[in-house]
Structure formats: structure tokens, C-alpha cells
């Protein structure tokens, strides 16, 4: 890699912050597991004037995704169960389930269908959705607030609540981004017997050296955890919105009062906190195929599995009419995370076989096994369709290396 050239990531992280594009951000590569680059720029908190830093606390949202896809899968090489298995093996409200009739316009226009296995839930194609995204379900999902935020807890009751509402379509016809894995989450904790956030502590994080990353923001973290911004005058959630406000930096979660630092939901779509550092942890871990330095999280048969493509063809041949955040052409999903089929197609340089995913505060990360190489960046600013932040970074790192 070239330094000069990698020299431009830091004038782009400084432009977005010129630009006031993101409050602050941070970016750590690593290539053969050597870091080759690291950079923050900006701030953390603008309002007490703090500096974004290596330490800097945020909240992961969707990158907790990949998280408890590995805890299902240490679950599965375990023999506890195997990936066609239907839900309501484990969950029995998810018996007797209804999908929406095609081209419904009530909630209450459904068909028979049978409950979801636990690997249409790890690729998203379950039926379930997002209260953001388009369509009949979403906008029961909202009326009812189901969505799983750190103050909704406890996980088993709002996934009862959600076992009351019909899928979107018919298990494994489509492909729609969804609560599938915080329902993982809750099948995690009935297998194991133990909260999901004990079993990722002991399983994952403990084993990694994963120390600033659970549930709530760690105690004793002082004010290292970020304040959360949006450009939208509405909901910073709302993932295709195009509501722009007058602030592009409007400040609507703040460290000493955020519902993260109290946090009753496990929420294993999208409840993490963390830094740079111990996501890293996690990607490497994902690069070395299971391995770290101790041993093994996963083996390096099921993290092959995780990280290849599990559809017939990509996302876009599956139907999405939402989702903002990626490309969709040339792009396949694998367990909890989207993999490249084809950088051309998806106009954004990679390798095929890159392994990523973010999350709504626009953070990102992915593994290039060919290059051998590990990306995490971290930001705050929500959501993160407002800015082609991804495929620019892409590009930029891309563009650095030589061979």
C-alpha cells in the first residue's frame, strides 16, 4: 500500500467533518493482520468540543448483526440444531404463522404459511421487516412500535408481540432486511439457557479481549461514548428518508442521557456498543477464518459458510423495494452479512467474496480474504443512506493498494 495515497483516506475524513458531513469519525485497516492505517478526525461530542479517539464508545446499531449470526453458528457446529429447522422449534408463538396475500393492502389479508427456518432469518428472505422499510407489515410494525430500541426490553416479550403480526410474504420468496436476528437473538438465549448478552460476553467478547463491547455503554467509560446526529428535520431512523432539516448536524442522542447507557433490550440486530479496536477483534477473527490467537470462536468450515453467498443470485434478483444503505445489483447475503458477486455490477471496487455490513449510524466494515485484508470505520450520524460514505471509502482504500 502506498502511503501517499493512503494519505487521501485522511483528507477525505477531514473533508466530511470541513463539510459538516459527520461530526467525527474513525478508520483502522489491517492487512496480514499488521494495522497499516489508522485515523480519527473531528469530534465525538460537539457540543462539550470532545475529540473523536481511538477509545471513542459508539453505538454499532446493524454491525451487531454479524455479531449473533456467529453466536447462532456456534450454536449449530455444537449439533443443537441445523439451519432448516423452523422457528417454532424454538419459539412455539411462531406456530400457526400468516403471510400477507401478494399485493395486500390491510394487515388483516393473509394466507397459511409455515414459520420461517432459522436460515431464512440469518438471510433475511423470512418475511419479517423493518417498521422503516415500505408496505403493510411495516406500517403495523410502527403503529404497535415494534421495533427493538435499548429501552423496549425485555427481548422475550417484544418478540411475543412480534409473533402476533403476519409476515410480509411467504418464507424464502423474497429478500427484505428485518428483525429476523434480534429473533435470533431471543432462539440464542432459549438454546443456551442465558441472556444473549451473558452469552456473547462469555463466548465472544471475553475470548476476543472485547472489553468496551455489550448492551449498555460500560461503566466507568466516563464521556467516551458519542453523541448521535442526523441531517433529517424528522426521525433519524428513517432509513430512506429524504426529510432534510436546516442542521445537517442535529444532535438526537447525547452521552449522559441516552437510552444505551440503560439499556434493558438485547437486542442482537442492532443493540451493540463498542470501539474501533474490539470490532476489529471481531473482523480479524472473521479473516482468520474462526481463529484468534487463543483458539478458535468458530472453525474455519462454518466461517467459510458464513461468508459465501446463500441465495440463488444476488439481492436484487429477490425483489428489495427498500434499503438504502448498499448495493443490491451483484451483491449476494450470506449468515448475517452481504457478500460480492460481482464488484462491476456493483460499481464499487472489492474482491469477490468481500464480507460486510453496517449500520444505520453509518458505520462499515468488511474482509477481504484475497487482499488479506480488515476494514472497521466508525461515525455517528444516522441514517447512513444520508451519504455514499461506503462506496467512496471503498474506493479510496482500494485505490491505496498496489498489490
Partial sequence: MISERLNRIRSWQQRYVAERKYAGSALLIRRGGEEIYFGAEGL?????????TR????????????????????????????????????????????????????IDQTEACPPPTLHQLLTHTSGLSYPFNPGVLPEAMAAEDLLFKPDHGPLSAMVTRLAELPLAFQPGTRWEYSVATDVLGRVVEVVAGRPLGAFLASEIFEPLGMADTGFRVPDGTGNRFASLYTPLEGDAMA????????????????????????????SGGGGLVGTIDDYMKFAEMLRRRGGYDGGFIISPQIADIMMQNHLDGDIASMGPSSFAEQPMEGMGF??????????????????????????????FFWIDRQLDLSVVFLTQLAPSSSYPSRPELKALVHGAMTA
Fill in 334 to 363: 450470506g449468515l448475517g452479512g452481504a457478500v460480492v458477486l460481482n464488484p462491476a455490477r456493483a460499481r464499487c471496487p472489492g474482491s469477490v467474496g468481500d464480507f460486510s455490513w453496517g449500520g444505520i449510524a453509518s458505520t
Fill in 44 to 52: 465525538r461530542n460537539i457540543e462539550e468540543n470532545l475529540p473523536f
Fill in 55 to 106: 477509545d471513542t464508545l459508539v453505538r454499532l446499531y446493524s454491525m451487531t448483526k454479524p455479531v449473533t449470526s456467529v453466536a447462532i453458528l456456534m450454536l449449530l457446529e455444537r449439533g443443537l440444531f441445523h439451519l432448516d429447522a423452523p422457528l417454532s422449534d424454538f419459539l412455539p408463538e411462531f406456530n400457526n404463522m400468516r403471510a400477507l396475500v401478494p399485493g395486500a393492502t390491510a
Fill in 239 to 266: 432509513l430512506n428518508s429524504a426529510e432534510t432539516g436546516s442542521d445537517s448536524l442535529r444532535l438526537t442522542d447525547h452521552c449522559g442521557n441516552s437510552p444505551f447507557e440503560q439499556a434493558a433490550m438485547h
